[in-house]
Nanobody, 124 residues
């Protein structure tokens, strides 16, 4: 069965770092772009970053540029989000998702499979 499973979330202080992982199974990861999204309490889900199938193109939300880095290792069926210089406003549940064709976009509408999410809390 198709699965996307996020891990690596937790509680960190402002200025700290986390690396999130997205483990894929049940489909050929190297054919698909993958996006990271987040949703804070009471807020709309928003796109954070995305990466094309072979890692050739990436996009980032303005709020995370220069702080977050997306990467992938198709041989390991993994996608990562390195999060540095974390701020309180980064607190959210973070999700990875699959795009049905090899496109890197930050809008939610066309992503067809989603993981369960992992909680990131940035607080002193």
């Amino acid at each position: 069965q198709l699965q996307l499973v996020e891990s690596g979330g937790g509680l960190v202080q402002p200025g700290g770092s986390l690396r999130l992982s997205c483990a894929a199974s049940g489909f050929p990861l190297n054919y698909y772009a993958i996006g990271w999204f987040r949703q804070a309490p009471g807020k709309e889900r928003e796109g954070v970053s995305c990466i094309t199938a072979n890692g050739g193109r990436t996009n980032y939300a303005d709020s995370v540029k220069g702080r977050f880095t997306i990467s992938r290792d198709n041989a390991k069926e993994m996608v990562y989000l390195q999060m540095n210089s974390l701020k309180a406003e980064d607190t959210a549940i973070y999700y990875c998702a699959r795009y049905p064709v090899n496109r890197c976009v930050l809008s939610l509408g066309s992503y067809d499979y989603w993981g369960q999410g992992t909680q990131v809390t940035v607080s002193s």
